[in-house]
């Protein structure tokens, strides 16, 4: 009995002792809040689950990644601010708003810049790509990598769309976003700018006629329900940025580090494969939903329309970042 009781005891104290470490270790994770504006069941969500399931891989449960979607931390204007003040660790955002922090990066909202999304893919891979990224931290912004929207598309709930002069007077809602509201207005629409979060209610309200957005945007956000219309225009293609706050990665050794650039990459490969399948299947699921599409669009009007926003891009920001693209061997 004596034995049965002093192995009871060591059981009970080894026991005792793992739960104290496995608590220790509980409470040693480190909370990183990431934020963006689609739905969970979006591209952007994709991504996330790729970056969390390999950040806490990578560290062993050091850091735990919670999602928050939909908007719930804000627009993404409000996002990026929150990772310049600390309020938020990483963010899954387009470039639309984040020309406003990092000008540099307008170059790549310039209307047809690229033919198609093996181009994109290859420029934002390249050393151009990297240095983009590396310009955000003299903005206080940490730039991971370069995910993906797509190729963006209007859509609008009054009339099909197959030239510019079909598009003229529509209000449009855009993206925070110089170049691309340039872009609108010389095809002689209203730009509408306005956070994310808000547009859907806009579109059933009726404050604005349409929008623009990649066909994963389209799809994820289930605009068939406010929107009739889709316009295959394809005027601009649309990068997304993994972005995180140095408030966080600063005071992280370069291991941890390299452990968050590589979530970054495993979550930025995730989201183009869902990109390339969405543009597969997307365009039948939005004709399912009652959207009327327009595949036949004659983009040369449209280049032609719009051709003032690079005279304007350039005269602001130089040609530097442009040329480069053009030069690019992609």
């Known amino acids: 009995m004596t034995v049965n009781f002093a192995r009871k005891t060591l059981t009970t104290a080894i026991t005792g002792a793992s ?12 909370t990183v809040n990431l934020g963006h504006t689609l739905s969970d069941s979006s591209h952007y969500s994709v991504g996330a689950d790729a970056f969390k399931e390999t950040l806490e891989r990578l560290s062993d449960g ?3 990644v919670v999602e928050h979607t939909a908007g719930a931390l804000g627009g993404e204007r409000a996002l990026i601010e929150g990772l310049q003040i600390g309020t938020v660790d ?19 909202d310039l209307p047809f810049l690229f033919e198609d999304y ?15 990224l590396d310009k955000m931290s003299d903005h206080d912004i940490v730039g991971l990598a370069w995910s993906e929207n797509g190729f963006r598309h ?6 099909a ?4 002069a079909d598009a003229e007077g529509l209000k449009v809602r855009t993206m925070e976003n110089k170049v691309h509201m340039e872009a609108f207005e010389q095809m002689g629409v209203h730009p509408t700018p306005m956070a994310f979060p808000e547009v859907f209610t806009a579109l059933q309200q009726g404050t604005v006629d349409g929008q623009e957005n990649p066909i994963t945007v389209i799809v994820a956000t289930k605009f068939w329900e ?20 140095p408030i966080l990665l600063d005071g992280l050794s370069d291991e941890e580090r390299g452990w968050f650039i590589e979530a970054a990459r495993a979550s930025a490969e995730a989201t183009r494969e869902e990109v390339s399948r969405l543009e597969r299947e997307g365009i039948e699921l939005l004709r399912e939903n009652g959207m009327t599409v327009e595949t036949e669009i004659d983009k040369a009007p449209f280049q032609e329309a719009v051709q003032p926003a690079y005279e304007i891009y350039t005269e602001q920001y130089g040609s530097e970042m442009l040329e480069r693209v053009r030069a690019s061997s992609c």
């Open 118 to 132: 093996d181009q994109a893919r290859c420029v934002l891979d390249s050393d151009l790509g990297q240095d983009l």
């Open 161 to 164: 769309v197959k030239t510019p």
């Open 19 to 30: 739960l104290a470490l496995l608590a220790v270790q509980v409470q040693a994770a480190q």
């Open 62 to 64: 050091e850091f735990e």
């Open 90 to 108: 990483v963010v899954i955002t387009s470039t639309g708003p984040l020309g406003n922090f990092v000008p540099e990066t307008y170059v790549l």
């Open 226 to 245: 406010v929107q009739d219309h889709l316009s295959l225009t394809g005027h601009v293609y649309s990068p997304a940025a993994i972005l995180g706050s």
């Open 154 to 159: 209007m859509t609008n709930s009054q009339r």
